[in-house]
């Protein structure tokens, strides 16, 4: 894959179901293969220093925790990738979005990293994840990876991809918008 997409950033997306067991071989695919990853169901605390997940090469991940238990979202994105953050939106704290500013070049991206647990109402999650995407209108360039814990047939997410005029990329786990 790297071989075949040499000037192009390669993005993946896995559902972990806890990180800290199964870190050794992240750090070993994303070495190799990706530039940004975005891992869900990371099953983190703050028992779990950020360091521990340190991958060289990469910027520090950005983390979004719930529990050791379920839940959580960390971003690595290479280090010669500018990167930030963005904290204006405040989603309810059931919500798990990391949205981040990736600039290439003269182009900036939002990129959100999320997971929908599935115990969550499905209308509740996209409504939310609408009105934190409208906090952030101005970008053109609109990724949107995770878990969503529902297909893209379904009634809340086909009517979220709709309104927005977003696509689903890879199966259900990948929504994009290019103007």
């Not at 971003?75 to 059931?94: A, F, G």
């Not at 952030?136 to 949107?144: A, C, P």
């Amino acid at each position: 894959m790297r071989k075949k997409n040499v000037n192009r950033v390669i993005i993946g997306n896995i559902n972990i179901n806890s990180l800290p067991n199964k870190f050794d071989q992240v750090k070993e695919f994303i070495l190799k293969f990706i530039d940004i990853l975005i891992i869900t169901e990371t099953k983190l605390d703050d028992s779990f220093p950020t360091s521990q997940f340190h991958v060289e090469g990469f910027s520090t991940p950005l983390r979004l925790d719930r529990s050791r238990y379920g839940g959580g979202v960390m971003i690595y994105v290479r280090d010669y990738i500018t990167n930030r953050i963005l904290d204006k939106h405040c989603s309810p704290s059931d919500i798990e979005n990391i949205f981040v500013e990736l600039n290439f070049r003269k182009l900036k991206w939002l990129l959100c990293g999320t997971y929908h647990p599935p115990s969550q109402p499905d209308d509740y999650y996209f409504h939310n994840l609408d009105m934190a995407i409208d906090t952030y209108s101005q970008y053109e360039k609109v990724l949107i990876v995770g878990d969503f814990n529902s297909e893209v047939s379904e009634k809340s997410m086909a009517s979220f991809l709709l309104q927005r005029d977003f696509k689903s990329i890879v199966k259900t786990n990948t929504c994009f918008k290019s103007v």
